[in-house]
């Protein structure tokens, strides 16, 4: 009665009919057919929570006294343990275990790949996170000017590789800013050298009766190794030099400076240009190497008849602007400073008229370069001299100048250009007497 109760409350649908039979000691509970087929062949079953119901195999004893194969739905109660599938048997079939088994290594598969990947993707993301934060301070501590910080590298993955990128954006910072401060240092150090070289330059060339003298000098470099000068002496007579030093830069300045000290410590008055110049090559020889030299031109005008004495020691062969128009090279000359102890020096003679202008430069004049290629060389040098001719030493040297800037048209300058005009007045003044 429980049992028929508790069928009846869950499904009111179905028929049920108990039949008992005391002397077959046995019980019949048979529902309707319509019912009967829902659940299917026998052995099937259909489970829920409390309630089961299955179709089981039964024998029937009919009328005619023999048993009949019948099937019966059965309704009973169940418990959460029933809704599970019977484990098979393993000593009947061996092989029905292995799905389970197969399936229980594949839940312990994935556990252990999902476990994997979740211990990966917090370990990348912790390390990820550290070297944003390292990547961060470093920057922090390169912007404050501690150049010198190094990022620790550990490991050899992509982050190790940009920390050892940033450590080599670190090193050519603090080493750009080690060139940055040389150069600084360097160029202060030029510019004191410009200075000094500048100084020992005519600051403006002597007044000196019945002449007008003009010189100027444009280094290459901040400093160069060209070197002019005018030296009065007495009698109205003045000693000018023009010498150009081999090499560019501070090597040649300083070789340049001792020049200039030798040469304002050698003459007394009375020694010919010979003698001055082979003074220098003595001095050059014994205070410079092999490898460095010295071309000079060295002459004495007497300021009152114009007569020039001069010498040239390996150096351009220079000009005089006639008055009448004229372009005259002073030929001769001798073998280049600091090379041959023996060398020897012969003095040279010419003549300025009133009107004249003796024109000397430096071979960074001819060998001037344009953009391209192309050398200014001596037929520009005379072409400029000739249609130069009547005006005054400045104009002059403004004139050659300005000729070779416009050739040059910006392109660098190979060597040091030098210039000097010694111009002889077209009016002399009345003579003095000599000292």
Known sequence: ETLLAEGARIEERMHWSLSLDPGARRTQVTLATDTLAAFGPAGSRVS?????????????????????????????????RDLILPMPRVSENPLALLPVVILFSAALLFVLVETAALYSVVRTGRAIGESVSALRGGAERLQQGELAYRLPIRGSDELADLGASFNDMARGLEQGRAHALE??????????????QERLLPAEPPLMPGCRLAGMSLPARHVGGDYYD??????????????????????????????????HNLPTGRERPAEIVARLNAFILSSTSESEFVTLFLGLLDGCDGKLTYVNAGHEQPYILRAGGGLEQLQGGGLILGV??????????????????L??????????????????????????????????????????????????DGAEAADDITLVAVEREAEAPVSRSRA
């Open 359 to 408: 024109f000397l430069y430096t071979d960074g004049l001819s060998d001037a370069v344009n953009p391209e290629g192309e050398m200014f060389e001596e037929e520009r040098v005379r072409g400029v001299l000739q249609g130069s001719t009547g005006i005054p030493a400045p104009r002059l040297l403004e004139a050659v100048l300005a000729a070779v800037t416009t050739f040059a």
């Open 48 to 80: 829920s929570y409390k309630v089961s119901y299955g179709m089981v195999a039964a024998q029937e004893w009919t009328a005619d006294r023999s048993w009949q194969e019948i099937h019966l739905a059965v309704l009973g109660l169940s418990a959460i």
């Open 340 to 357: 041959f102890a023996q060398a020897a020096y012969t003095d040279a003679a010419a003549h300025l008229a009133p009107g004249d202008t």
């Open 230 to 263: 005018f030296i009065r002496l007495p009698g109205e007579r003045l000693l000018f030099v023009l010498a150009d030093v081999s090499g560019k830069g501070a090597p040649a300045a300083l070789l340049m400076s001792s020049v200039r000290a030798a040469l």
């Open 183 to 196: 150069r600084e240092r360097l160029e202060g150090e030029l510019a004191l050298a410009r200075r000094i």
